[in-house]
C-alpha cells in the first residue's frame, strides 16, 4: 500500500509543476542581508530600495535594477527563521542571486579598528561549545569555552556537527575586496579618540577595508579571554586558515540557511558574501578592563561609521554586478 | 482517467495526511495533528517506536542528518532538527515556511533531553515547561575579572551590570508556555511509573541536595537555552538569576538545554505570517543528567561524567509526553478547536 502510494506521489509531482521551484518569482540580482533597522535603513538609503514587497511577513526592500534588502532580526533564531522564509518563497527567485550580507561587529584591534570593514572568508560557530566558567575551569586552561565531545580547549572542533564552519566563495571574495578597495570610508572624532588609546596598528590607524573572518554567537563576547578564544577556535576550524577579526550574532544561522537551500537548488551558495564592520573594539586597550570595554562600547564613536560603511563597502560590488549582469549572471567572473 | 487517479490519489493522501505538493496546497491537505519536535534522532528514536511513524516526507532544508519528517496514519509527525539553535531554527523554520504540510492547528511537543538543576529536582525526572528563557542572548566576559558586586560574567545587552535589563529586543528571549496546554498534558499523562536505574540511583547518591537525591518525579519548571552548553555551580548560579530576571520572578530555573528557545522563536515568526498557532506548543524534558557538580567533584570532572540516566530518561520523556498525543488524535475534534477542558 505505502509503495504504490510512494510512487503515485512521484508519478503526481511530474505530472503537474511544484510551486516554488525558483522560476516563478521576482528574480532578484543582489540580496542584502541585513539584522537589524539601523543596518536596513542605510543600505535601504544607498540603493534607493522604494519598492517593497511581503514575504511570509517580511518585508523585502527592492528597486527597478533587482537590487533587494531584507532586515532578518537579530540572533540565530530570527535569523534562520527570516532567511528560509525568503529562500522558500515563490515570490522570489534567488537562484542566480547575489547574497551579501551586511552587518555590523565587534572587531579584534589586532586585526581592524572602529570603522573597519572586512570581508570574510571563513564564517565560525563560536556559541555551539561547552562553558565552565572561568573561576572554576581546570587549572592551566586559557578560557572556560572548548568544544562539546572534546576534552578540552586544546582539542579541535568536534567534525560531527553541521554548522561549524562555512567558507565563502574565493571568485566572489576576490572581487568583493578588488571592487571596494579604494573607498572612502565614514569615520569621526569621537571614534578617532578612541582608536588613540589602542597603542598599535591597525587599533590605532583609520579604518580601512580587509579581508578577515568572522565568529558567530547568540552571546556577544568582549574582552581578551574570550577574544583570545576567538582566535584559536577560527584557527582550530579553519586548519590554522582563518583570522578572526569580526563578531556577530547571526551569519553561522543565515549561512546554515543558505547553505540548505543551496543544496535544495534554491540558490547558488557561490553567490554568497559576507561583510561585517566594525562598531566597537572586542578587546579593551592594555589599562582597561574587559568590563570597561565593553560597557564603554556604545559610547566609543564606532556605531555610525559601521553603519554607514556597510552600504558604502558593499556599493562597488553590488553597482558591478547589476551594472554588468551579462558578466555575473553565470557566476563570478574568473570562477 | 488520470484526472480520475489523481482525484483518488489525493483522497488517500489526505487519509494519510501526506501531500504532493498538490494544486492547491492550502485546501488539498490534512491538518497535521501534533508534530514531535527533538533534537537529535536518538532523543526521536522512542517516538518514531511508539507512534509508528513510517511515512518519511522530505521538505528542504532540513538538516542532512534528518531529512524528512516522519508521520504515521493519525496524521502526528515527528522531526530531529539537529542540535544546536541554527540547525533548530533553520529545520523548524524549514517546515513551518513549507506548504508541504498544514500545520496552522498543529500542536507542537517539543519534547528534549535536559540537565537539571540538582537543586531542584533529579536525573530521569520529567519537567513540564512552564517558560523558555534563552540564556545565550547575552553580553558576556570572562569570569576571572569581573568588576566588584558582579557574580558572573553574563549580562543583559546594553546593561550596565548582570542586574540591569537590557533596553534590546530580539524577541527570542523568554517564551511563557500555555498553561492550560501544560495542565492538560499533565492530567493526562496521570500517575506515570517513571523508570529509573541503578546506575542513575548510584551517580545521584553522591549528591547532598534533597532534591537530587530522591526518586524522579514529575515537575513543573523553566528551562534555560543556550547553544553553550555550559556546565558547573556557577554558571548554574547565573542561570537561575538570569532566568528569574527574565520572567519576572514567576519561573524557576530548572534545566538547560540547547534548542528550546530557537524552535519556539521560529514558531513565533511562523505564526506572524500565519502558519501555525504558537500558543500550542508544549515542552517536555527529561533529565539525563545534572547542570553541576555534587560537593566532591570538579565541574569538568561533573561535565564528562556518566550520570546514568540516559536510557530512563529517554523513556520517561515519551512515557509521559504519548498520552498528550494519543488524546490529541482520539479527540481531535475537540483539540482542532484549542486546549479541551
Redesign the interface.
Known sequence: M?VI?LA??AA??G??P???TGNGGRAVKVMLIDMFNQEGTTVVGQFGLTDNMTV???TVHCNKRDICEVVT?????????????L???PDLDLTKTYVVIAGIAGVDPAMGTLGTAAWARYAV?F????????????TGWP???FG?GT?GPSDPPPTD???TMFQLDEHLLQAALAASQGVALTDNATAAATRAHYPSAPANQPPTVTQCDVVS??????????SQRAHDWTAAATGGAGHFCMSG?ED??TL??LE??A????LDFHRVALLRTASDFSAPYPGQ???DG??GS?DAGGLQPSLQNLPLVAAPLVTEIVNDWAKWQDGAPGA | M?RA??TW?LA??AA?S?S??P?D?VRDRAPIKALVIAATPEELQPWIAKLSL??AISI??????FPAVLCNADAVCAVAT??????A??TI??IA???DLDLRSTYFVIADLARIDPTVGTTASVVWVTDAV?A????????????TG?M???LP??A?SPTGHSP?T???EHFAIAPALIAKARALAGPVTLQDSPAAMAYRAMYSEPTAMATPTMLLGATAT??????????GH?AHAWVDQLTGGTGTYTTMQ?TD??VL??LA??A????VDATRAVVIHAAWHFDRQHASQ???DS??ADAGARAPALANLVAAGSPLVADIVASWPAWQMGVPP
Open positions: 505505502k502510494l503515485l506521489v503526481a509531482c505530472s503537474s511544484a510551486p516554488g511570509a511577513g517580511l532580526g537579530m540572533g540565530y533564531a530570527n535569523a534562520a527563521a527570516s532567511t528560509t522564509a529562500v522558500y518563497s560557530d556559541g555551539y561549545a561547552n562553558e565552565i566558567d572561568a573561576r572554576e575551569m581546570p578560557y572556560g569555552y562539546i576534552t556537527h553541521e554548522g554567537s547568540d552571546t556577544w563576547f568582549a574582552g581578551g579571554p574570550l550574532q553561522s544561522a546554515e540557511v540548505r537551500g543544496e535544495a537548488g534554491r578592563t574587559d568590563a565593553l560597557l556604545l | 488520470v487517479m489523481r490519489m488517500a493522501l494519510l501526506i504532493a505538493k494544486a496546497p513510517s511515512i528542504p532544508g532540513m538538516a542532512a542528518s539537529g542540535p544546536g539553535k541554527a540547525s531554527a533553520a523554520a524549514a515556511y513549507s506548504s534563552d545565550g542572548i547575552a553580553w558576556e566576559i570572562d569570569a576571572r575579572t569581573l568588576p558582579w558572573t560574567g553574563y545587552i546594553d550596565m534590546v530580539f524577541g527570542t543556550s547553544d553553550t552548553y555550559w556546565h558547573g555551580a556557577l554558571l547565573r540547547q528557545n530557537a522563536g521560529v515568526r511562523a506572524a505570517a500565519g502558519m570538579t565541574a569538568y561535565l564528562r
